[in-house]
């Protein structure tokens, strides 16, 4: 079974601080992905990584930043955190090519204040 | 712009009846389409993958069509379990960026299953 573990699933945070989540996946996969999910906004890409240090911007990568040191491992970073990045965040990885399934994280609900 | 529009928003239905859940997409160049089932406070699960030559996938009661011409998908689910209640969330992939894959996501359709 594919396992993709967050480090926290709930996270509260005070405006300016810095903030990192962690995403592991035991698959040995090549992708891995950063989403952020809001009420009637649905799931955006914030960032993705398709090899180790290997980093792209998705749809909103503003105020945010990712680290992928090792194969297994992709970081979010918020370097000051703000109100309006209160959301649910969610890692994925995948295989490389059009055809894979991206395997989702059990997700972070983080709160800023 | 590429989007994916889900409809409806949400949908009670009674346990055992069956359902359709709507995606109409304009994401180009179609690679292939998704649907997924997220429970509350957890990650989406893949239930079907169709690419631009498939028109109907199935997983156990969950039934899933594509219709590359006229951009829409749907998903039937049949004789409808309790735990069938979840966000089904349409996902469409397209392009092939830097070696991973682009996704446009649906804003889900809510499905609550009562006795």
């Known amino acids: 079974d594919v396992k993709v573990t967050q480090s926290s699933r709930y996270l509260v945070k005070r405006t300016g601080e810095k903030v990192f989540l962690e995403c592991v996946q035991d698959?040995?996969?090549?992708?891995m992905f950063w989403y952020r999910q809001d009420p009637g906004l649905g799931l955006r890409l914030i960032y993705f990584?398709?090899?180790?240090?290997?980093?792209e911007k998705g749809d909103i990568p503003e105020g945010y930043s990712v680290s992928r040191e090792k194969k297994e491992r992709f970081s979010l970073i918020l370097e000051s955190a703000s109100t309006n990045q209160t959301s649910m965040y969610l890692c994925?990885?995948?295989?490389?090519?059009?055809?894979?399934?991206?395997?989702f994280g059990p997700g972070t609900r983080l709160t800023v204040l | 712009k590429n989007q994916v529009e889900q409809s409806p928003q949400s949908l009670i239905i009674l346990e055992g009846k069956n359902c359709t859940l709507q995606?109409?997409?304009?994401?180009?160049?179609?690679?292939?389409l998704r649907w997924y089932k997220q429970d509350t406070g957890r990650g989406p699960v893949s239930l079907t993958i169709?690419?631009?030559?498939?028109n109907t996938k199935s997983n156990g009661r969950y039934t899933a069509t594509l219709d590359a011409d006229t951009k829409q998908s749907s998903l039937h689910i049949t004789a409808s379990q309790l735990s069938d209640s979840a966000s089904y969330i349409c996902?469409?992939?397209?392009?092939?960026?830097?070696?991973?894959?682009?996704?446009?996501f649906g804003t889900g359709t809510q499905l609550k299953v009562e006795l």
């Open positions: 996902v469409v992939s397209f392009g092939n960026t830097g070696g991973g894959n682009k996704l446009t």
């Open positions: 994925a990885s995948s295989r490389l090519g059009l055809r894979n399934t991206q395997y």
């Open positions: 169709m690419t631009f030559s498939e």
């Open positions: 995606c109409n997409y304009t994401v180009s160049p179609f690679s292939n």
């Open positions: 698959m040995d996969h090549e992708n």
């Open positions: 990584s398709y090899d180790v240090k290997m980093k």
